[in-house]
């Protein structure tokens, strides 16, 4: 990790995240933490960070989605209280899972591909856990 990458990082970490967790809270009723594994993010070049505000935007969506009414806001606060986020070089390493409170996704914002979770495609696989 270049200072390029440790100037961006620290951005997201001091701008981005806080305005990002304040609007999942607006959204779902309820503080819900994001945990980024920085080292993922920043071990090749800026471009995967460049890439978090797409993931973001589409976990929002999702929130948003699952929350439209109180009985979603509920059943989402008793299951998700924490969202993380690990970024790999691998595309077979693209995956999520929701256990003990916390919604572990794994993106590949590496290189020419980018591959992540949609807002919809989130939403379903959580809405049918909750």
Do not use: H
Not at 19 to 28: N, S, V
Not at 95 to 123: P, R
């Amino acid at each position: 990790m270049g200072l390029a990458e440790k100037r961006t990082a620290e951005s997201i970490k001091t701008e981005k995240l806080p305005a990002f967790e304040a609007k999942l809270k607006d959204k779902a009723g309820y503080d819900i933490k994001v945990d980024i594994n920085w080292d993922t993010f920043t071990a090749y070049d800026q471009y995967p960070l460049s890439r978090l505000d797409i993931v973001f935007d589409d976990l929002e969506s999702f929130v948003k989605k699952i929350c439209s009414d109180d009985m979603g806001k509920e059943a989402l606060q008793d299951k998700m209280s924490t969202i993380q986020l690990t970024n790999s070089d691998n595309n077979d390493d693209v995956k999520m899972e929701l256990k003990d409170n916390t919604l572990s996704l794994t993106v590949q914002l590496v290189q020419g591909s980018f591959s992540s979770q949609t807002d919809s495609q989130i939403a379903n696989y959580v809405e049918a856990l909750l």
